[in-house]
């Protein structure tokens, strides 16, 4: 997830509040879908305008809009008119650069989350932003990209029964986000995975790819940390807030939202302490082999390098050189040969060299 | 004690409150132990159905519900309607993958812990997630496997003399965490040997399998930590909280669990500390040798190398070599080779590399 | 950014209070451009002598005086005099060592930011210290450089239509520091470049002068953090200042900035813990290396020297050596040195070291 | 100081309150010490019984009892119950691997504090449990070992002008802790000695026991810290408590002890750091090591193994050699040799390998 | 500043307030320099007894007394009598092992400081205690040596026009603790000469000695950051005391300071850092000097030692070797041998070891 700021730092100077669309995806058309419910009814569709919001203003039920694909800012302007939401928070809907945070507005609450999920088979995450908006019996979001990311959540709406549709905002928005953390441990489970097999690799043979597999998911890690540890004062702020759009009954579900969220957290660190000590396996699996390598030379190059010497004496050409003539020379030096080089064996057999 | 996640992951998006078992251990059937005491009378009974805990609700006596084996949802699930507990605390008495964590309702408390204890004769932890739920004068506690673990309790409370059978429901919450977690000590305990083992194995013969068992150790005090640490805030919330279920003067005895605590986490500091360190020495052992290596070729391959080469010179088969000639050369050259080996063994000797 | 503290360290024991120029860049003269607007006109203006200020201190329009290059000690004195600054601001305005920091006082107040870009072709970093004095409906800002920083905001101070035009002093304030805050992403994105280009060459070909332009890096990012993070308490200061010269509907406007600056200081965490990484595989890289080279060595010398010993052997010149005289020797001899060394090649292969 | 747990596991799950002695130090016998004073008199005498002190109830004067060696549990029992003292504390008092901590009760303080002292010639710290008990005129000390550590404080109660008699039982509570903890700094002297030698051996001649050495200090600097820093808060708690037996007028003798207290976990901290800075030097003389010797090996094999062929060359036996019979080769071919090692050596000098 | 607590430790158990010089500079004599001002009037003068201060207790003008050496401890007692001074103040004005810290008392304050300042040409500080009294018109300085270190304060007081003569005792302290707090800037700027010194020695020839001065460097750094980092709390505490000592005017001047100790602070986390990455540098230095010697060991052997060899097989004194009869057999050697050589130069070459 390295971000490229170009679009970002072009805005540098610019008017507040000009809209502009900040990200790396762009979906050609934006898709409004809408959910409308109470107790007795649920009615779900697709709709084209913003404008058919209107007839749902005067309800009482539930009205969730999500929007997926952020190209078309001027429906993000016109939702900003009709509801009266600050321009700064509708520059962050379309700036997909943004931290977890938490805006609190007199008529609304305005959530930014991270929603990880995986991509392709080696361990890389994916990130997308989405933003919740959360008005007296108006919820909307804005996705980056088009998913079926909250299909569960329109099959428990469909459920008459189901504690959503007898409930307000609050318990709709607290199932929205409790979906985006538990996201996560899909995540985890990915990085589990992919530990054991980096571990399975230093034990059976390490080479240099392992050390970048290993920075790579330490990045990773970075990156997953930095999108959900700000969950935590998120929700802090969220439960210390006194705004009313948010029940005090519903308070212990998002505390235990922030239960999941402690866990993850606490899971990413694990790992990264982890992936510190395969790196220290690695270095030392280095210099092990290196050892290895070494020793294999020493051995070869200390036993024949000095017998290369006494061969090389009796090969010299000097006129009187008495050995040479001895009968018993030949053999007598082949047999201290085999005496030194067993002496030599057993040497390094003692210091555990062989 | 690395998890998986999969069925967490596989929860994402579903009703909160949907009652699921999560975790590893899977009893075939769930047991009930039921004692109940006061200072007079004390039974210890195993009952077979939760019907029949209604006539001790009506009594003023103590009663303690131990439960062991989570796989009887049904069960947990009737406990609640009997006894109007939340359904996210049923969840987590099921997920056995909490964080020890307390929550705080009206009528009653929930304690997560974890009860940890070695497993075989490498130094391995097991954990078991110990759930405690305190009500007015009621006491459930939920283990996911079946052991004497509670036993000694069990054998106090049979002795009508003793503090525990004169108290209300806070002395035996007390008494149950107290003894979870000086569990910890015979950890601490296995955890001494472990080290001291790996640092005699360091001063003796260091391969590479030692850091394994580093790395290894220092993976189990993460996950010791984990399951320890939380207790410091979770005892801290306990005295702070107004809750009439913990009398003040049953505090002095959490605050004395608060020390043990303290002082185990300080223990794994200290032992982390000391890992860091034996590490240090591997990584110097093994530079030590490979030192010891190359000194043994340096020093074999610098005294033969040039010898060899001078035997090599009078190995040539030029025409004119008027040194071929003289009588004295072989003894001569003899003598040099001893000089110049003598000469370099005592140079190496004042480097001290001999 | 290696500041030299010469100047500093000569006022030590000097009276406070006595102005004197204590930086680096030192502009020949100072300018002074004038803006004054209010949502009817805007005048924008070089001025040559600061008691033209006087007319616009009766007029209620809001007038900005930005002065560049801060060797004209006597100007800044006299707008001291003029609006009643203190000395130690008026010292700190023309020392450029500054921390950003925020002063209050009764009727003004004096932000220190450090405005940071980019210079030539290798990622070295620019500073540039921005003093901003706000007043009723006066501001000043004094910068040690020319150059066209903040033309943007003049542009958009032509624009009648612009919401800076109908604002106070807050919204000028806040747009001032929203651009100098918003160039750090300029900043990060060649940051972004630097560090691929030197994950490339890690990968490729990894050199000495990688650790070289990794440490440099490293370097550089201690200095913008040092001149950005200041900024996170700074706006926090301002926010909960009980000044009048900030009205509380601009407070939104300086959170935005403030998550803007928490964005940066992750990032540059980020990149810390990126190189760190980067480090990390570098070292790995010269092991392997190392690894690789000695290997080489070691296949050679491990085949080639025995066999060297072996043809010494029959090179000596021994009377009464049998093989020599055998008359498939030669050729057997041959057999057996290609024997063993296929024999140390599959030993080698089997090693991995080939 | 590695302590066993083994007697605090086999107390796991027992009835707290239930006093055994835990701990390594066991005196054959516990000797009471009575020091009874006011400022007129100043009596000093060996006790047998604790019934002896009934008699110093009523008085007014100070009375401070000494206790050496806690194997007489039944004597800890019988103080407990003549001053209503908690079980608990008992229990604390009795088990020597306490944190420091202050227990404050009704009418007591109990303090647990670490004292040091250094054994043998080593850098070997020793440790010791004082409790002190302190109630509203009489103070209980409870000591494990028999020594003469309190006779300073003994001496100056002889004194009848000291301004410890003329005070109360707060005043002898900080003379008792000031001499604790100064006691600290002989310790840190010590250190230093040991730090010094270790800082000589690394640049005389540094060998595997140097890094043992280092993290042998290392390892007591964790014991000393783990036993001196939890006074920093122990005195924070005790000068905010609202407990009389403290008098205000003794508050600025208690901040001094704070202040040495400071004093010394800064120089643990320094110790620390000089520590992980010589383990710095050690490595990197190991390298340094390894390299001189890889350059020795390089410069002899460098130049002799390529002369070693060319003499080899003309060793060889084949008829058509030209060479071999030129007058002046064999001078030539020396001329040649002498030529290329004096190169080879100045590259070598050039590259400031020798 | 390597500190010997001999005289410290055995104080441990001594009467607190028994005063005695604890320190390693011992002047032979102290000096009393008496300056009395007023805006009219200022007199300087060295006085003998500190009975002349009798004089002064009556005038309303502000007198400084700086007192060099303390050796004379009768000196010290006698201030304390006369101005009622708490013995414990005295002890530590006396004693110069401390951390630099605030007693507030009700009719004085009593702040301790350390001044640094160079020793000689390597990068080597020199510490010295300076305590100071302020009183309600009476400020005492106790400095260790005699030097000139106040002398441009006594100038600035000459001068009647100065806000030194106009002020009061709260405004001098200022302008003494400025001064010596903006002394470290001149520690700083050699830090950076050295650092730089490091830096140049590191690319061009790195040394193990490097490796030593970046140690010494860095333990200095710890003992200039003990010595400047508690005065960030100091000064928070002496503007957080409602002591009518500092007047609410004088705070904006001790915030400034406050800023100035801030960016010390903050230059030396810089500067440690840097010699992180420095010492960082010098290992891969010395690990890339070592893979340059193994690469020309590797090239020189892997290339002679096989053609060695071959050398050798043609040296051998076999009866039936056809190839020695061969006529062109020699150059063909040669010839191969040149092949041989070429190829594994390319090789090399082509693996950037040439």
Chains 1, 2, 3, 4, 5 share one sequence.
Request: hydrophobic share 45%; charged share 25%; net charge negative.
């Amino acid at each position: 997830m390295s971000e490229s700021f170009n679009t970002l730092s072009q805005k540098a100077g610019m008017e507040s509040g000009a809209l502009i669309h900040v990200g790396n995806v762009l979906e050609i058309e934006s898709t409004i879908f809408l959910v409308d419910y109470s107790q007795d009814t649920c009615i779900q569709k697709v709709i084209t305008s913003i404008e058919e919001l209107a007839a749902y203003k005067e309800k009482r039920s539930v009205t969730w809009v999500n929007i997926e694909g952020l190209k078309n800012v001027k429906l993000i302007e016109s939702i900003g008119k009709m509801f009266n939401i600050h321009l700064l928070v509708l520059e962050d809907i379309l700036n997909t650069h943004q931290r977890p945070k938490l805006i609190e507005d007199n008529n609304y609450l305005y959530i930014v989350l991270k929603a990880l999920s995986l991509e392709g088979k080696e361990f890389s995450v994916n990130y997308e932003q989405i933003s919740i908006l959360v008005l007296d019996h108006f919820i909307f979001t804005f996705k980056e990209k088009k998913d079926d990311l909250f299909s569960p959540i329109y099959k428990r709406l469909d459920n008459s029964k189901g504690r959503l549709r007898t409930s307000a905002c609050d318990y709709l928005t607290y199932s929205i986000i409790d979906m985006i953390v538990d996201m996560n441990f899909i995540i985890l489970d990915a990085l589990n995975l992919a530990t054991d097999a980096i571990e399975d690799e230093l034990l059976s043979n390490p080479i240099h790819e392992t050390i970048l597999n290993i920075q790579q998911i330490k990045r990773e890690l970075i990156y997953i940390r930095r999108s959900v540890s700000p969950l935590r004062e998120l929700i802090t702020a969220l439960l210390r807030s006194d705004t009313s759009l948010i029940k005090t009954e519903t308070h212990v579900y998002f505390r235990d939202i922030q239960d999941h969220v402690l866990h993850i957290i606490e899971e990413i660190e694990t790992y990264r302490d982890i992936l510190t000590g395969l790196l220290d396996i690695y270095i030392s699996s280095v210099s092990n082999k290196m050892n290895e390598i070494m020793k294999v030379l020493t051995i070869f190059a200390s036993i024949f390098i000095p017998l290369t010497f006494f061969v090389g004496v009796y090969g010299m050409n000097f006129e009187y050189m008495p050995e040479l003539k001895w009968k018993w020379a030949y053999p007598t030096l082949w047999a201290s040969f085999i005496l030194f080089a067993s002496t030599a064996l057993f040497y390094f057999k003692k210091k555990k060299w062989i």
